[in-house]
């Protein structure tokens, strides 16, 4: 069986990119599997991938790069064009809305087309009109396919498959290291603010507990500057981005996240693969769909930062309740890893065909 799978990029610092690359080296195993690129603007993709799955791009956007058609959107729907009216594919899972439409409207009607989703389409319009002509739509989470088929009632069929974490050993904590971490983008969505106005009440009462941040993004100044202003430069610290985000996890003992619209998981599950138990906002739908309080993690409701730093103390002062956690957070990832994931889509291609 030979799958394609389209991402806008396969080269960012994105869970949903991690999760697909993670997804198809374990097919390549099995398959013939490639990753297309509709940009490429790296030389390499940020995140591992199986040299067995094949890497191409529709517009190579690196420094330095000849183009025969001018820049711009043009450009890129024209190329998007010609690869879905050419491929020869037994199967297409498509990451987009935006690509999804165009494959609904131009892959060959023979081939199966399977759109994966991990939030709402901001112009649902296009999508209510041309994903029925989709064999089926896959979403990672239970409350995002029961979005999905309120919003397309009537047309194709909606799947929940989970993210896939990578394949192989996974690092693991020790939970004695005097670290709580967090990794994603750096954006307003994600309200690091928040975490580092809570890690200030934490850094009062335990100074000896450091806050590493890993990734980067738009959201930078702003947070290295409240840090300032909360005279918070040695507690908590930028370490950049990361392509072994789960081998910087498995060095601290709680990991944190503070989204205020988190649609992907991807962090949180990665954390737990490394054994360490995460906290969370109730109001997240992200996280809220892997942490459960008591078993692998703890959710604060939502906005409430003082009871957020108060849940970072109760863990930090109990050793015993984090390693609980901790077990619970590794059983939750076993049930996400790559071959696991790879099986349901496998028999989900199956019942498809």
């Known amino acids: 069986m030979k799958v394609s799978l389209v991402l806008p990029s396969a080269y960012g610092m994105r869970g949903d990119v ?7 080296s374990d097919l390549a195993e099995r398959h013939e599997v490639e990753v297309i690129s509709v940009r490429r603007q790296k030389e390499k993709p940020f995140f591992a991938v199986s040299d067995k799955v094949r890497m191409r791009s529709l517009i190579d956007a690196r420094p330095g790069a000849r183009h025969l058609l001018p820049r711009g959107q043009m450009r890129t729907e024209v190329a998007l064009w010609r690869l879905l009216r050419a491929l020869k594919s037994d199967v297409l899972v498509t990451t987009r809305p935006a690509i999804s439409v165009q494959a609904a409207r131009y892959a060959p009607k023979e081939l199966l087309k399977i759109a994966r989703e991990w939030g709402r389409p901001a112009v649902p319009g296009p999508v209510q009109r041309f994903y029925p002509r989709l064999d089926a739509v896959v979403t990672a989470t239970e409350s995002g396919r029961e979005d999905w088929e309120r919003l397309l009632e009537g047309g194709p069929s909606v799947h929940m498959v989970p993210d896939a974490l990578p394949g192989g050993l996974w690092p693991r904590s020790r939970m004695d290291n005097r670290i709580v971490a967090t990794g994603g983008r750096w954006v307003a969505t994600r309200a690091y603010d928040r975490l580092i106005r809570a890690f200030a009440i934490v850094a009062d009462k335990r100074p000896d507990w450091r806050l590493r941040l890993y990734g980067g993004g738009p959201e930078e100044r702003r947070l290295r500057d409240l ?30 996240t503070t989204s205020r619209a988190e649609t992907q998981g991807m962090a949180v599950l990665e954390a737990m693969g490394c054994g360490v138990p995460v906290v969370g906002f109730d109001g997240a739908r992200g996280p809220a769909e892997y942490i459960i309080t008591g078993y692998n993690g703890v959710l604060v409701p939502e906005g409430q930062i003082e009871m957020y730093a108060a849940a970072l103390l109760t863990l930090i002062d109990d050793d015993r309740r984090r390693r609980s956690l901790a077990a619970g957070a590794l059983d939750t990832a076993s049930r996400h890893g790559a071959a696991e994931v790879s099986a349901l889509w496998e028999g989900l291609i199956g019942g498809l065909r």
């Open 227 to 256: 840090v300032c202003d909360l005279n918070l430069h040695n507690h908590v610290y930028f370490m950049g981005t990361t392509p072994d985000l789960a081998g910087e996890f498995a060095k601290a003992s709680i990991v944190a």
């Open 18 to 24: 991690r999760s697909i690359l993670n997804l198809a």
